[in-house]
């Protein structure tokens, strides 16, 4: 089946490496065009001399933004344009999670970072792609949640109640876009990213045992579930959230 995504532009930001990286690698190998964004310009110029020694002739544009920033974030929207006349797809992955503990115990400068990357900031990028042509050219946005924005967890739940925030955001936008514009969410499970790296580095054996796919999972098969919702396989499908997470949230309860 042909993704129909050759010759469109995906901007993705959080590309420098994990889920972001796996994302714009997969749309280079469909034949779109992929602005990468992150913080730090040399880790995108190495993303993007993979991309191209993997896949080339592919249009591949690296530029440095802080996700949060908007100032940078426009600049970046703006060379995106500059470089390949518009935008058909944007990728809001970039997230943080400076704190780990009770909620009741999360400082004001931590719960306002986690704030701003992971739940503003999609709002803000959102609207850059819009006044960039995104709308026009009836193009689709992605967003990255996680499960934990369905369910309950002991020591990250302020970074969860940012994810819940990033699933209802996506239904608002997907229902205020329509219908030029769809709006989608992809909440991975357990996947093997710098992010989540305390959560599985000592014990991935141990954790893949409780999966009912048996493994915690890799960066491509969050890209991959990205593609099909940034493809014509897709068209008809908005404001949902595709829960990619090896079955986590369908293991049995104690009761």
């Known amino acids: 089946m042909r993704t129909g995504l050759e010759g469109r532009t995906a901007l993705v930001t959080g590309a420098s ?77 970039a997230g943080t999670n400076p704190y780990f503990g009770p909620m009741a115990d999360i400082e004001p400068a931590a719960a306002a970072k986690t704030v701003q990357v992971n739940q503003f900031a999609i709002v803000q990028w ?20 996680s499960v934990g924005g369905m369910v309950t967890e002991h020591g990250i739940g302020y970074y969860n109640a940012t994810k819940a925030a990033v699933i209802h955001l996506s239904r608002q936008f997907a229902m205020e876009l329509a219908p030029k ?7 991975p499970g357990l996947v093997k990213t710098h992010l989540a790296r305390a959560l599985w580095e000592n014990n991935e ?5 409780y999966m009912p796919l048996g493994r915690i999972g890799e960066p491509e098969d969050i890209a991959n579930a990205a593609v099909f919702l940034a493809g014509d396989a897709s068209s008809w499908m908005t404001g949902q959230t595709l829960v ?12």
Do not use: M, W, Y
């Open 126 to 145: 959102t609207q850059l792609a819009l006044r960039a042509s995104l709308a026009e050219r009836g193009g689709a946005i992605i967003n990255i949640a």
């Open 181 to 187: 514009v769809r709006v989608n969410c992809i909440a």
């Open 205 to 209: 054996a141990e954790i893949g045992k």
């Open 244 to 255: 990619v997470d090896g079955g986590a949230t369908i293991r049995p309860s104690i009761a």
């Open 17 to 93: 490496r994990g889920i972001g990286k796996a994302i714009a690698t997969a749309f280079a190998a469909e034949g779109a065009n992929v602005v990468l964004s992150s913080r730090k310009q040399e880790a995108l110029d190495e993303v993007a001399a993979e991309i191209r020694a993997a896949h080339p002739g592919a249009g591949v544009l690296a530029k440095a933004a802080h996700v949060g920033d908007a100032e940078q974030a426009a600049a970046c929207v703006d060379a995106a344009v500059a470089e390949f006349g518009g935008l058909d797809i944007l990728v809001n992955n």
